[in-house]
């Protein structure tokens, strides 16, 4: 099973623009599924974007327009560029790994991002 570790989350105002990143170990990112998933306080868990193996992108509402996905697989890296923020995208953001062979997942532990002036 991988590890997930996401980082880059912090205060940013709206308008602004943030890229976290997600390191996996314990395996190569290039036989993983990767996704971002965020959860508002009070909200469930809901699906951002993600990027198949072979790079093939999904984006769910939150993402359209404003928010893309990419993965570096020689540093083992997947990365969500955020941009426009708006105060409702203050979430924490979670990063999820799912397995193209055996369709297992891993979830990091999770990143906070807070849009507000």
């Known amino acids: 099973q991988v590890r997930l570790v996401e980082s880059g989350g912090g205060l940013v105002q709206p308008g602004g623009s943030l890229t976290l990143s997600c390191v996996v170990t314990?395996?190569?990112?290039?036989?993983?599924?990767m996704g971002w998933y965020r959860e508002a306080p009070g909200k469930q868990r809901e699906f951002v974007t993600s990027?198949?193996?072979?790079?093939?992108?999904q984006q769910g509402a939150p993402a359209k327009g404003r928010f893309s996905i990419s993965r570096d697989n020689d540093k083992n890296t997947a990365y969500l560029h955020m941009n426009s923020l708006k105060p409702e995208d203050t979430a924490v953001y979670y990063c999820?790994?799912?397995?193209?062979?055996?369709?297992?997942?891993?979830w990091g532990q999770g990143t906070q991002v807070t849009v507000s002036s």
């Open positions: 999820n790994a799912r397995s193209a062979y055996t369709s297992m997942e891993s």
């Open positions: 314990g395996n190569s990112i290039s036989a993983y599924h």
């Open positions: 990027i198949s193996s072979g790079y093939s992108v």
